[in-house]
């Protein structure tokens, strides 16, 4: 059974730095063709994908983010980290991770998402 | 930047068919990878179609994906509409540069 999980602050202040952490089980990173993707919505908004890791440790970030964005994996601990600087109000939103088959073209499993609020 | 335009909204009334558009703008072709996910309030998506035409497990039949090249869209077909379809459905495709990409979102309402 696959699952993941987003854990991290539900506030942060502007300017700080977010992290996030997504605890997946059933599946490994190790494993080819198996990634795991951030994506992010804010309130009554669209989805936005924001950055993907495979099981090779390739990295792929949103043109628009990518200066702020960092993804990395723990293969060990079945973890995959977000870290985004300079949060902004405009940053609010609920961040979910999903898992990708490289073979296959959707992001099949989801977290239940975290939902973030940048305020001072 | 690769961009995939929906409509906002669409209503239909029960038992009826509805198809929700998902067009590629100007530079932004869209691929036979394109995937819809259906979003129910406070929940995250779940895939309806996934590579154009797909279903996965556990998706009913009554929806249904295809692409239009010479348009340059894509298209998720619900047929037989139940109160249980009303959610947001976004599509969703792939390019090289700006990588994976979600459209704007479509309100449907079952009425």
């Known amino acids: 059974q696959v699952t993941l999980r987003e854990s991290g602050p539900a506030l942060v202040k502007p300017t700080q730095t977010l992290t996030l952490t997504c605890t997946f089980s059933?599946?490994?990173?190790?494993?080819?063709?198996?990634?795991v993707s951030w994506i992010r919505q804010p309130p009554g908004k669209a989805l936005e994908w924001l950055a993907l890791?495979?099981?090779?440790?390739?990295?792929y970030y949103s043109t628009s983010l990518r200066t702020r964005l960092t993804i990395s994996k723990d293969t060990s601990k079945n973890q995959v980290v977000l870290r985004m600087t300079n949060m902004d109000p405009v940053d609010t939103a609920t961040y979910f991770c999903?898992?990708?088959?490289?073979?296959?073209?959707?992001?099949?499993?989801w977290g239940q998402g975290i939902l973030v609020t940048v305020s001072s | 930047n690769f961009m995939l335009t929906q409509p906002h909204s669409v209503s239909e009334s029960p038992g009826k068919t509805v198809t929700i558009s998902c067009t590629g703008g100007?530079?932004?072709?869209?691929?036979?990878?394109v995937q819809w996910y259906q979003q129910r309030p406070g929940s995250a998506p779940t895939t309806v179609i996934y590579?154009?035409?797909?279903?996965p497990s556990g998706v009913p039949d009554r929806f249904s994906g295809s692409i239009d090249s010479s348009s340059n869209s894509a298209s998720l077909t619900i047929s037989g509409l139940r109160t249980e379809d009303e959610a947001d459905y976004y599509c969703?495709?792939?390019?090289?540069?700006?990588?994976?990409?979600f459209g704007g979102g479509t309100k449907l309402t079952v009425l």
């Open positions: 100007s530079g932004s072709v869209i691929s036979n990878s």
């Open positions: 890791i495979d099981w090779d440790d390739d990295k």
């Open positions: 999903a898992r990708r088959l490289a073979a296959v073209g959707h992001f099949d499993y």
């Open positions: 059933g599946f490994s990173l190790s494993t080819s063709g198996m990634c």
């Open positions: 969703q495709s792939y390019d090289s540069t700006d990588h994976w990409v």
């Open positions: 590579d154009e035409n797909q279903r």
